[in-house]
C-alpha cells in the first residue's frame, strides 16, 4: 500500500491561488488528484503519468497544472484563478485507474467570494 500525506490546502479569496503537494511514499506510474465538494460525489481533477504526460477536467484546464518530481515521489498541483466552485476537499491518488488505488487523507480548499 502506498502512504501519501497531501499539503497545502487552505482558505484563498476568489482569483487566488494554492499550491497543493502530494508526497508518496514509493514512485507509481499514474498519479491524479481528486476533489469532493459537500453533498456531491468524488471527481477527477487532473492526472499525470511518470513521463509527465497529463489530462484535466473541464472545469479546471487553463487555470490548474499538475506536475510531479520523480525524484521526491511528490505529485504538485497548482491551482490559479480559483473560484468559490472550486472549494472542496482534495484527494491525492496513486496508481489512478486502478480499483484498489491509495488516496490521501484529504486537505481542504476553500475559496470565498
Known amino acids: 500500500q502506498v502512504q501519501l500525506v497531501e499539503s497545502g490546502g487552505g482558505l484563498v479569496q476568489a482569483g487566488g491561488s494554492l499550491r497543493l503537494s502530494c508526497v508518496a511514499s514509493?514512485?507509481?506510474?499514474?498519479m491524479g488528484w481528486f476533489r469532493q465538494a459537500s453533498g456531491k460525489q468524488r471527481e477527477l481533477v487532473a492526472t499525470i503519468t511518470r513521463f509527465g504526460s497529463t489530462n484535466y477536467a473541464d472545469s479546471v484546464k487553463g487555470r490548474f497544472t499538475i506536475s510531479r518530481d520523480n525524484a521526491k515521489n511528490t505529485v504538485y498541483l497548482q491551482m490559479n484563478s480559483l473560484k468559490p466552485e472550486d472549494t472542496a476537499v482534495y484527494y491525492c491518488?496513486?496508481?489512478?485507474?486502478?480499483?484498489?488505488?491509495?488516496w490521501g487523507q484529504g486537505t481542504q480548499v476553500t475559496v470565498s467570494s
Open positions: 491518488k496513486a496508481d489512478v485507474y486502478e480499483n484498489n488505488g491509495s
Open positions: 514509493v514512485s507509481r506510474n499514474v
